[in-house]
């Protein structure tokens, strides 16, 4: 069935850094891909999505980039601030239109 | 808008006893989702439905979970009977259609002793 793969699972990074998620998929039908973002005890919140007909998508400090080729998908956050500190999910939606999450990145802004 | 009404939000039962938890879905959305998100993991998707129908339930325990959206709008997820391993948050979601931006609910926290 389909799988999808995140790495890492925690990220540490001074504030004012960039962070880079990246996940792969297995199904190659896969055409939705978004990015939630999950504060503690708080529901996953919808950040950006990005379509297969496209290969990357800005929205302010963050961005989306995508390698059909590849099967990977991944989540830049630029100048990054400790309100970015949260868990985010990588998600792949296809031809079965199930969305199916990854298993998360926790990331530390330190100040 | 109002968004993804969920009920209740915190549950705590013994194993082998059953517990419903309800969804209400943002209007006019379609595809409903149950996850499953046990601490520290990603939401492990139960069942999809697109309005009535059933998208996907391979990873819903048939033996003792089962969920209906009888009218394509509201739905509700059941487990009869719990285990201790079934303590998790439990979360529904709803987008437009299968394939567009999935928006969650407050999810009801269940702890099963």
């Known amino acids: 069935g389909e799988n999808v793969e995140q790495h890492p699972s925690t990220l540490s990074v001074q504030e004012g850094d960039s ?15 978004p990015w939630y973002k999950q504060e503690l005890g708080k529901r996953p919140q919808l950040i950006i999505d ?14 989306v980039t995508l390698n059909k080729t590849a099967k990977h998908f991944s989540l830049h956050i630029t100048e990054t601030q400790p309100e970015d500190s ?3 999910f990588c998600a792949a939606s296809g ?16 100040p | 808008e109002a968004g993804v009404a969920q009920s209740p939000r915190y549950k705590i039962i013994e194993k082998r006893q059953s517990v ?17 998100q046990i601490l520290g993991q990603g939401p492990k998707l139960l069942i999809q439905f697109q309005n ?17 959206r009888l009218k394509g709008v509201d739905s509700t997820l059941k487990i009869q009977p719990a285990k201790l391993e079934d303590s998790a948050v439990y979360l529904c979601a709803s987008s437009l259609w299968s394939g567009t931006g999935a928006f969650f609910g407050p999810g009801t926290r269940l702890t099963v002793l």
């Open chain 1, 19 to 33: 962070a880079v998620i990246k996940c792969t998929y297995s199904d190659s039908a896969s055409n939705y891909f």
């Open chain 1, 50 to 63: 990005i379509r297969s007909n496209v290969g990357e998508k800005k929205d302010q400090r963050i961005a």
């Open chain 1, 86 to 88: 949260a868990v985010y």
């Open chain 1, 95 to 110: 031809n079965t239109d199930k969305l199916i999450f990854g298993t998360g990145t926790r990331l530390q802004v330190f």
């Open chain 2, 20 to 36: 419903a938890f309800w969804c209400n879905p943002i209007s006019g959305h379609a595809t409903l989702y149950w996850y499953q």
């Open chain 2, 52 to 68: 009535n129908g059933v998208v996907d339930d391979s990873q819903l325990p048939k033996d003792r979970f089962s969920a209906e």
